[in-house]
């Protein structure tokens, strides 16, 4: 019997990539907010936690590890494409290329600071999700979703920044950039969480599944694993 994809879990597939690879493009604008200086991509990033909560919830860490791996490819994939088309020279009449290639021309150092810390940070998050619902017996949602954003925001911080800025940024400011990242991208999770606890409930009712991983393999590699 073939696998089926339903409805919600394609639009949330589809919704995680997008921010995802929003979010890198935003993470070119540094903005203001409140005297807090942060990345633009901080306004859609968080968002991309908050699904991966939602499926790791409703469907199990295995559909969580196939979404995960569709972003990681999907943001390589325009990552790649940038990088090709600011290689290519551009048309003499064109007066756009500087401004082209600051957005697209993300430096390897930064994209595989970006893609190695989602990567670590997602997975993390998706764990902390499915071990502590099979620990609960399913209660206590809130908890499971906010302590697994501390935990995958962390570590996506603990690795982006210190690859992407080591001896560019000075460790003290470098600290104190990945401390606010972490408590605001937390902050957000909390902050949203009354509408990620109903639209959890709303999944569940149209689906009619509430998956729990009982002896189930962590392998990430094992993308194929859905059944």
Same mark, same amino acid.
């Given at each position: 019997?073939?696998?089926?994809? !339903?409805?919600?879990?394609?639009?949330?597939?589809?919704l995680?990539?997008? +921010?995802l690879i929003?979010?890198?493009?935003?993470?070119?604008? @540094?903005?203001?907010?409140?005297?807090i200086?942060?990345?633009?991509? %901080?306004?859609? =990033?968080?968002? !991309?936690?908050?699904?991966? *909560? +939602?499926? $790791?919830?409703?469907?199990?860490?295995?559909?969580?590890?196939?979404?995960?791996? /569709?972003?990681?490819?999907?943001?390589?994939?325009?990552? $790649?494409?940038?990088?090709? #088309?600011?290689?290519?020279?551009?048309?003499?009449?064109?007066e756009?290329?500087?401004?082209?290639?600051?957005?697209?021309?993300? #430096?390897p150092?930064? $994209?595989?600071? !970006?893609?190695?810390?989602? %990567?670590?940070?997602?997975?993390?998050n998706?764990?902390?999700?499915?071990r502590?619902?099979? $620990?609960?017996?399913?209660?206590?949602?809130?908890?499971? #979703?906010?302590?697994?954003?501390? &935990?995958?925001?962390?570590?996506?911080?603990?690795?982006?920044?210190?690859?992407?800025?080591?001896?560019?940024?000075?460790?003290?400011?470098?600290?104190?950039?990945?401390?606010?990242?972490?408590?605001?991208?937390?902050?957000?999770?909390?902050?949203i969480?009354? @509408?990620t606890?109903?639209?959890?409930?709303?999944?569940?009712?149209?689906?009619?599944? *509430?998956? =729990? *991983?009982?002896?189930? /393999?962590?392998? &990430?590699?094992? @993308?194929? *694993?859905? /059944?």
């Amino acid at each position: 019997m073939k696998e089926k994809v !339903s409805v919600p879990f394609m639009l949330l597939a589809i919704l995680f990539n997008v +921010c995802l690879i929003a979010a890198n493009l935003l993470e070119t604008k @540094v903005i203001q907010v409140g005297g807090i200086t942060v990345t633009a991509g %901080l306004l859609v =990033f968080p968002i !991309s936690y908050i699904i991966n *909560d +939602c499926i $790791a919830e409703v469907w199990g860490f295995k559909k969580a590890r196939l979404i995960i791996w /569709s972003g990681f490819v999907m943001n390589f994939f325009v990552v $790649a494409l940038g990088l090709i #088309a600011v290689a290519i020279p551009a048309a003499p009449y064109w007066e756009g290329e500087e401004h082209f290639n600051f957005v697209f021309g993300l #430096a390897p150092r930064i $994209a595989f600071a !970006s893609l190695t810390a989602f %990567l670590v940070g997602s997975f993390l998050n998706a764990y902390v999700m499915s071990r502590m619902k099979v $620990a609960s017996g399913g209660r206590n949602f809130s908890a499971r #979703a906010v302590l697994s954003t501390v &935990v995958g925001e962390t570590a996506d911080s603990l690795i982006f920044f210190p690859i992407a800025f080591v001896g560019i940024i000075a460790p003290r400011e470098l600290l104190v950039l990945m401390g606010i990242q972490i408590v605001l991208k937390t902050l957000y999770e909390i902050v949203i969480l009354p @509408v990620t606890i109903q639209v959890v409930k709303y999944i569940k009712q149209v689906e009619g599944i *509430d998956v =729990f *991983d009982n002896d189930i /393999s962590y392998n &990430v590699l094992k @993308v194929k *694993d859905l /059944s």
